[in-house]
T-cell receptor, first 114, second 110 residues
Framework: GAVVSQHPSWVICKSGTSVKIECRSLDFQATTMFWYRQFPKQSLMLMATSNEGSKATYEQGVEKDKFLINHASLTLSTLTVTSAHPEDSSFYIC??????????FGDGTRLSIL | SQKIEQNSEALNIQEGKTATLTCNYTNYSPAYLQWYRQDPGRGPVFLLL?????KEKRKERLKVTFDTTLKQSLFHITASQPADSATYLCALEYNNDMRFGAGTRLTVKP
């Protein structure tokens, strides 16, 4: 149980385009979803926390207009990287949580901006 | 602010030995602490959670300790196997969010 699906797993696109990443909890309802970013050999850095039906809470230094988060249902959250540039290239990982249970992670999306 | 330090970036041990990984934090003690496993190109997988009032937690070959006086958690894998090779992350509860350490990359050699 507690499966989180993240799609796509890998995307390459040109600078200036927008990219949408989906995160779904397949067998449970997630009251909270989290979005992280991870650079090679570094820790997961929390970008934002979202609760279903409300606006996401962004961490300091994360531009909310650049990283748009939508959490329209208890099983789906999306992250859209708008007008992506090479410095946005990274490994993006989502996680889903219900109540005070441990977070369950997706397998991540490797984003490469050319 | 809270700093989380995992003792070493990499740890190499021989198959069958016990691997011990360390997680230290610098500020307040969290309500709970978690350990995750992460394989290359994959998301972290939850392993164990230990609360501040618990000294030790076990799950099969895994054991976690939590010392709030030392501000430290130890993660042990007994009878290690090459399949245990991965990066292990500790994570601390912080204002209802989680903060992760940079991880320790464990390699178990046959």
């Amino acid at each position: 149980g507690a499966v989180v699906s993240q799609h796509p797993s890998w995307v390459i696109c040109k600078s200036g385009t927008s990219v949408k990443i989906e995160c779904r909890s397949l067998d449970f309802q997630a009251t909270t979803m989290f979005w992280y970013r991870q650079f090679p050999k570094q820790s997961l850095m929390l970008m934002a926390t979202s609760n279903e039906g409300s606006k996401a809470t962004y961490e300091q230094g994360v531009e909310k207009d650049k990283f748009l988060i939508n959490h329209a249902s208890l099983t789906l959250s999306t992250l859209t990287v708008t007008s992506a540039h090479p410095e946005d290239s990274s490994f993006y990982i989502c996680s889903a949580q219900t109540g005070d249970q441990p977070q369950h992670f997706g397998d991540g999306t490797r984003l490469s901006i050319l | 602010s809270q700093k989380i330090e995992q003792n070493s970036e990499a740890l190499n041990i021989q198959e069958g030995k016990t691997a011990t990984l360390t997680c230290n934090y610098t500020n307040y003690s969290p309500a709970y602490l978690q350990w995750y496993r992460q394989d290359p190109g994959r998301g972290p997988v939850f392993l164990l959670l230990i609360r501040e009032n618990e000294k030790e937690k076990r799950k099969e070959r895994l054991k976690v300790t939590f010392d709030t006086t030392l501000k430290q958690s130890l993660f042990h894998i007994t009878a290690s196997q090459p399949a245990d090779s991965a990066t292990y992350l500790c994570a601390l509860e912080y204002n209802n969010d989680m903060r992760f350490g940079a991880g320790t990359r464990l390699t178990v050699k046959p």
